[in-house]
């Protein structure tokens, strides 16, 4: 097991590991430092998952950034469920989700979180669709600064991974990922209910679900406890939480990036756990994702576009837990990856 453990906290009854992800540095990522870009490589190769420092010069203005777009999200989910749900779901990389509508954490349950997302190619327009709520300057500035330095941060990783792997021309991870080109990169803010375990299960909206990420790289800040993943090349491995680190970002690989990469990269099993008893958890993802058009092979070996991969993925997010199980191929909730997980049970 690669995932070294800080060490065990008590949650839920039980004693959990902490897990000891690495540190990178994202000042030296910018100058592409030999040392640092290696250790990139083999967290990316081991774990799949690690934190970026940002409190260097180059990565302050994201924190910054990052309380403005807090304080947003205080008050766009603190309205009501009309104003927030106005525009709906118009795609699926853009608009509101109820709390629900996808599968939980715990056999047969729901998720126990309501998300707000918005697409960077509506954020590129000059009058975004937006709920009335959202949509004045300010607003629509903080959105437009957090995902900008989201894409920046995002794209300066691969380019690093690119150079760690030797990839030129064409082979380079960047080239599936240009800015001109139509892709599902987008921002989405999370808000999961307070309660712990058995107070969700019994109103069956409970966490997020054991998962990979869709996409390329995600950049994840929350201030809160939550996230567990599962340590890679361990199967039936217990997950492990992930400390909440000020100044910090957490990075993950995606199934994208590990198809692209020909499954050098790890895509991680991830899920989130009651964890306040009162408070709400707030959590914010940019996702970088590949152009819809990239072409790669899945866990299946079949070809598939990233635009594909990413529809048929968030079909199985939003089956229920028995049509998972029936709907093919099996592996995409957990994008192929060789553990064998069962649920979290509710005592
Ligand atoms: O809310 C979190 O901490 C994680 C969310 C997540 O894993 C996802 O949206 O893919
Ligand atoms: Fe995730």
């Not at 998720?111 to 004045?136: T, W």
């Not at 997950?239 to 050098?264: M, T």
């Not at 995409?332 to 060789?338: D, E, I, S």
Request: proline content about 5%; overall charge negative; some cysteine.
């Amino acid at each position: 097991m690669s995932d070294k453990v800080l060490r065990t906290m008590q949650h839920e009854g039980k004693e959990v590991p902490v897990l000891d992800l690495k540190t990178i540095d994202f000042g030296k990522l910018l100058s592409n430092e030999p040392a640092e870009i290696q250790k990139l490589l083999r967290s990316c190769e081991e774990e799949g998952f690690f934190y970026v420092d940002l409190r260097g010069i180059d990565g302050r203005r994201t924190i910054d950034d990052e309380q403005r777009l807090l304080e947003l999200m205080r008050c766009f989910f603190g309205s009501s469920l009309e104003e927030k749900n106005e525009i709906g779901l118009p795609e699926q990389k853009h608009g509101y989700e109820p709390i629900g509508l996808h599968a939980g954490l715990t056999e047969n349950s729901r998720d126990g979180y309501e998300c707000l997302k918005v697409a960077l190619s509506e954020l590129a327009s000059s009058s975004p669709n937006l709920p009335s709520i959202l949509n004045n300057e300010d607003d629509i500035k903080i959105l437009r600064d957090f995902s900008a330095g989201g894409d920046i941060i995002t794209k300066t990783i691969l380019s690093c991974l690119s150079n760690a792997m030797g990839l030129t021309g064409t082979d380079r991870l960047e080239t599936l990922h240009r800015s001109s080109r139509p892709s599902n990169s987008t921002l989405a803010m999370f808000r999961y209910i307070p309660g712990d375990l058995a107070t969700q299960a019994r109103q069956n909206t409970v966490g997020h679900q054991q998962h990979t990420d869709i996409g390329s790289l995600t950049l994840l800040f929350s201030e809160q406890y939550g996230l567990q993943l599962q340590p890679a090349h361990t199967p039936n491995a217990a997950f492990g939480f992930v400390e909440p680190r000020p100044g910090h970002a957490i990075i993950n690989v995606g199934d994208s990036l590990r198809f692209a990469s020909k499954h050098r990269l790890y895509s991680c099993i991830h899920h989130v756990v009651p964890f306040h008893a009162t408070a709400d958890r707030y959590s914010i993802a940019y996702f970088l994702r590949p152009e819809v058009d990239a072409l790669y092979k899945d866990s299946e070996g079949r070809w598939v576009t990233a635009g594909q991969w990413h529809d048929e993925k968030y079909d199985v997010f939003r089956a229920s837990h028995a049509e998972q199980a029936s709907v093919a191929p099996k592996t995409m909730l957990l994008g192929g990856m060789p553990e064998h997980v069962s649920r979290v049970a509710v005592a």
